[in-house]
Structures are given as structure tokens and as C-alpha cells.
């Protein structure tokens, strides 16, 4: 049986009833689990005495015209897809579901922490609130978890890097695990808002991956992808399509060693995001 919490105070027991030798990872989730959830889980398991994977909607990441209310909540089947792993691992798993946001964000919580200008970069210029909301919530349940070690998936790739300057900023003891992105067979990175996408967009947002790979190509022969991409961002899906410094998401330079090749794409009102990370030759 895989233990379930959903209070605070439940979790707090939990952590409280373990030594200090007894190591934790922690999977952050929105829920409605996919393929690239449970690797994190898996490498979590393997990595720790136990894990402690949080579903919960966050509502301070979403914008009020966005889709927080329809965000798929999807428990049920979600504790399934956990069930289904082997055994060993299964053994490791702590399910923090709250169902009740207070749990995480008590009556009268005011606090935001903001990384600051690298949060409105790239979707931070679509989604100028969503980045705080997220660093609000992964804070919190550091804190709660009191883990040494949180996985995240590079699909997420702004994200990936906001948290690792809010951990170094605020020198969060927790060590930060960048998993690669999982991918159907058509290429198309997973994610929970693919489901919104009919047959016929499921088609058409594979040239978000195609035209990544693309890029990468160019990047990899030393031929300058400034025309491709400019050609691109005429199609007024892309909502940016860049490359970047992983190190910072700043313009490449002389010693900039690896780029990210980063983009978002829109079909009818879902936005999907991709990336792939090139090393530069020397
Ligand atoms: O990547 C996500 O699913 C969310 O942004 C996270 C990290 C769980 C915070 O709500």
C-alpha cells in the first residue's frame, strides 16, 4: 500500500519519524502524471531511501485568464500509474496530495519569492506572473519535505533554471537533478497539455521538435541559424523561438560552452514548449 498524505501535519509526522541519515528526494507535480513523471520518480527511488512525490495544482503559477480550472486533476488515475511500478520502488513512495490549498498556503499567506529579471524572459513575457507563483510553491515544499534532493524535467527548461538560481541565491541545501526530456514516438516532448490538442494538432506541433533538431544540425556544422530562426518567427505560432547560454538564458558569447535551443509554440490556445541543449565545440 503506498502511503498517502494529505495534510501538513501529516507530512511533518512523517519527516519527524525518520533519521537524520534517512535520505529524501522529492518529485514536485501538478498531478496527471505522463511517462517523464515517473523516470523522475524512478531516478528518485533509486537515489533515496525514500520519495516523496507532491500533487498539487498550484494556483499561483496560473494567470487568471488561464487554465488553472481546467488543468486536468486526474488522482485516481495518477495513484494507479504509481501502483503499477515494481515493487521496490513502490516501497519508497510518499504521495503528498493536500486537497485543500491552505495546506500549503495558510490563510493569509502573502510572501512571493521572485528571481527577478530571468522571470520575465522567454515565457516569463507571456506569462509575467508565473514564474514567482512557481518559485513560491517549490520553496514551500522544499521546506515541507525537507529533502536533499528535488528532480525537475528539462522540458521545463526556464523553470529548471530559475529554481537552480533561487536554490544557489537563497543556498537552499537541497541538490538539484535536471532529468532529460521524454518524448511519444512521433518526438513530441510529453506533457500534461498535450491532451488538449486534436489529431490534427498532434500533427502539427511536431514542427516544434522538428524544427529544434533542425537548428541543432546547423548549430553542430557551425552554420549560423540567425536566418532559419527569423524565417521561423514569422509564423505567428512561435511565440519565441531562441538560443540561448544555458548558464543563464543570455545571448551566446565567446565563452559560452553550451547553448539551449529553446522554443514555444501555439496551437489554438495550448502553448507547448521544447528544447534541446548542444555543446559547443571548443
Ligand atoms: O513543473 C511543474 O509541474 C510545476 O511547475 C511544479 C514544479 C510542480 C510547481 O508547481
Known sequence: MIKVLDTRSSLDEFRKSLSAETSIGLVPTMGNLHAGHLTLLEKSCMENDFTII??????????PTEDFNQYPRTFEQDLEKIANLNL??????????????????????????SVGAITQLLCGRFRPTHFDGVTTVVYKLFKLANAHNAYFGQKDFQQCVIIKKMVKDLEIP???????????????????????????????A????????????MINISVDPKKLIESELENKAWDY?????????????????EV????AYRLGSTRLLDNRVVKLNA
Open 54 to 63: 507532491t500533487i498539487f495544482v498550484n494556483p499561483k503559477q496560473f494567470g
Open 88 to 113: 521496490q520502488l513502490k516501497s519508497k513512495i510518499i504521495i503528498f496530495a493536500p486537497k485543500d490549498p491552505d495546506e500549503i498556503f495558510a490563510k493569509g499567506f502573502s510572501t512571493t519569492i
Open 174 to 204: 537541497i541538490k538539484l537533478h535536471i532529468m532529460p526530456i521524454i518524448r511519444n514516438s512521433d518526438g513530441l516532448a510529453l506533457s500534461s497539455r498535450n491532451q488538449y490538442l486534436n489529431d490534427d494538432q498532434k500533427l502539427q
Open 206 to 217: 511536431l514542427h516544434l521538435p522538428e524544427t529544434l533538431i533542425k537548428i541543432e544540425k
Open 241 to 257: 523561438l531562441e538560443v540561448l547560454d544555458t548558464k543563464d538564458l543570455t545571448l551566446p558569447n565567446s565563452k559560452t560552452k
Open 260 to 263: 539551449v535551443i529553446i522554443g
